[in-house]
């Protein structure tokens, strides 16, 4: 696949993202009109989900799904607080749910409590697209991230998820190919999103070649296989002009 093929396949499972502080309406109708591409739309617009019923009105008539985060992006651990987030994003008409997993919980040998969070948000998030958000720069070892993995796959899942973007270390392809292989190595083939520190066309391809090296080229399509990016998108544009 030659390169402008690829940018716009990247594009097609593109998560547009903002999850800023100073998010405001203007920034977020901006990241709405950058989601309509001459080359396809994204996949996905990612956003708080204060902002959902904007999103809704401007991208109404569009097949872009509108995805929030919960628990984010500390991971915590108060099921109540996070089941009502889950019901307010979902009630404000949010598409898919990205939840950060209980990682430390997971890492101090807390599983009880990540086993309660996950049976939660995924009774809360029936036919809804539910992302768990590992935080896989935060594992010491592959072996504890590829527990994890195998342990959130036993519940009612869509995708599993590299990264918040808002810890030191976030994607790398090391993590993603323990996550990739991991998914690989379980009855239940959920999706795989890679995201944090995602910027140019040269890092989305890393993670768009290891998932076909698993899984082969026709299931890198957005209903297994996500980027979560933001400022990608300007240069995946720019290898599209490139290249026709």
Known sequence: MRDFEMAKQLISCLD?????????????????????????????????????????KLLENTDISIATVVNFPEGGTDMEAIVEEIRNALAYGADEIDAVFPYKSFLEGD????????????????????????????????TQLQNACSLCMEYEIDFLKTSTGKTEVSAT??????????????PRHVGFKASGGIKTFEQARKYYVI??????????????FRIGASSVLDDLLKVIKKGI
């Open 16 to 56: 547009l993202t903002s999850l800023n502080k100073d998010d405001n309406e203007t920034s977020i109708t901006k990241l709405c009109e950058r989601a309509i591409t001459p080359y396809g739309n994204v996949a996905a617009v990612c956003v708080y989900s204060k902002f959902i019923p904007l999103v809704q």
């Open 111 to 142: 599983i009880e409590t990540c086993r309660n969070f996950m049976d939660s948000v995924s009774n809360e998030c029936k036919n809804h697209k539910l992302k768990i958000i590992l935080e896989s720069g935060a594992f010491p070892h592959i």
């Open 173 to 186: 392809p090391e993590a993603a190919n323990a996550i990739l292989e991991t998914i690989h190595n379980t």
């Open 211 to 224: 998932a076909q090296s698993i899984f082969g080229e026709t299931w890198t399509t957005s209903e297994h």
